[in-house]
């Protein structure tokens, strides 16, 4: 049976709108329609401001000239401590590079450590023309969040998102990777499962909220006491906490979700200085994929975060920002998944 419009419509079939419609609302040729909306040299400017508005009546999406203009990454502070500390940044920014080359763009990198930093730095980014966006890594204070959400530039976050969406962001997909993480677990029969973190950022807290889902949905008791946090990602610390855990509670637990592999790599290192043997007596499983994870004795089973390709992302975000292609504000999350290696097996003993 054939459908026909009701009664009274018309049957329209909507199309893309072309440069030939600006073209031929603006009474121009098809070059120079598009010279002109590329802002060449050479168009009279009572010609560009005709075309422009014939653009803007036909709704014709505007061309955006990104080659050549600089993107500004304003890092904070807790970016470059992960530098140092897990490298999480290091390959994000590798992504970024390889993007911004491809698209012809000069990145900036703009350190902000407090309030001032970012003022002067939004200052200098409004003021100069060629300054085409702005990209935060790794910001979770809300006083610097509120002063870009009325930026005139696109801004995107990245590893970071703002919780009252008025900014773009990219991020892993924190929750569903521990999610995954803790469920590998208990697909091997372990039922007292550590979370071993560093707090203080919301991506952080959304990994714990991974751990406590997989725990929830096959009927475990997610215990706030099986969470243990350090103050660093340094993996002597990670080591100290789960060797005084152990000397303190006895081996009460048979596997370890880490928020990091460098939490992972010192969750190891305080089971074996215990006594114990990883997988053998505990399973750990990490969260990164950093290249190092393969040297780990065991080798470490853990999340791959897609890292190079957030910075990727991010810069494509800005591109669709620009030319009106977002709208409102979008939250990317990249998805993760698990690589098996050896620190995980089925568990011995049903705690």
Not at 31 to 36: P, W
Not at 253 to 275: E, H, P, Y
Request: glycine share 6%.
């Amino acid at each position: 049976m054939t459908s026909r419009p009701l009664p009274g419509k018309r049957a329209t079939k909507s199309r893309r709108i072309k440069l030939e419609d600006v073209a031929a609302a603006s009474g121009v040729s098809i070059s120079t329609a598009s010279r002109a909306l590329a802002g060449e040299k050479g168009v009279k400017p009572e010609i560009r401001e005709k075309v422009l508005a014939a653009a803007k009546q036909v709704n014709y999406t505007l061309p955006v000239a990104l080659a050549g203009r600089k993107i500004v990454l304003a890092a904070s502070s807790a970016a470059m401590i992960d530098y140092v500390r897990n490298q999480f940044t290091l390959y994000v920014l590798e992504g970024l590079r390889e993007r911004a080359e491809a698209l012809n763009l000069e990145i900036v990198t703009r350190p902000i450590a407090d309030k001032a930093d970012e003022t002067q730095m939004l200052k200098e980014a409004r003021e100069d023309p060629e300054t085409a966006g702005l990209l935060f890594l790794t910001v979770d204070d809300e006083a610097m969040l509120a002063a870009t959400r009325d930026f005139p530039k696109p801004v995107v976050l990245l590893n970071g998102h703002d919780p009252l969406m008025r900014l773009s962001s990219v991020t892993p997909c924190n929750r569903s990777a521990a999610r995954l993480a803790t469920e590998h677990l208990i697909q091997l029969g372990h039922k007292r499962i550590l979370f071993l973190m560093r707090p203080g950022r919301r991506t952080i807290l959304h990994r714990c909220d991974g751990w406590q889902d997989a725990l929830k949905a096959h009927h475990l008791i997610a215990d706030p006491d099986l969470i243990i946090s350090v103050d660093d990602w340094l993996p002597e610390l990670a080591a100290r906490a789960i060797e005084e855990r152990i000397r303190d509670r006895g081996l009460d637990f048979s596997a370890i979700v880490t928020a990091g592999d460098s939490l992972a790599v010192g969750a190891i290192m305080g089971v074996q200085k215990a006594g114990f043997t990883v997988p053998d007596d505990v399973s750990v499983v990490g969260m990164d994929d950093l290249p190092q994870a393969s040297f780990v004795n065991p080798p470490l089973t853990t999340m791959h975060l897609p890292m190079r390709e957030i910075g990727s992302a991010a810069l494509d975000l800005i591109s669709d920002s620009m030319a009106g292609r977002i709208n409102p504000a979008r939250r990317v999350e990249l998805a993760c998944h698990l690589v098996e290696r050896s620190s995980t097996a089925p568990a011995k003993v049903h705690l």
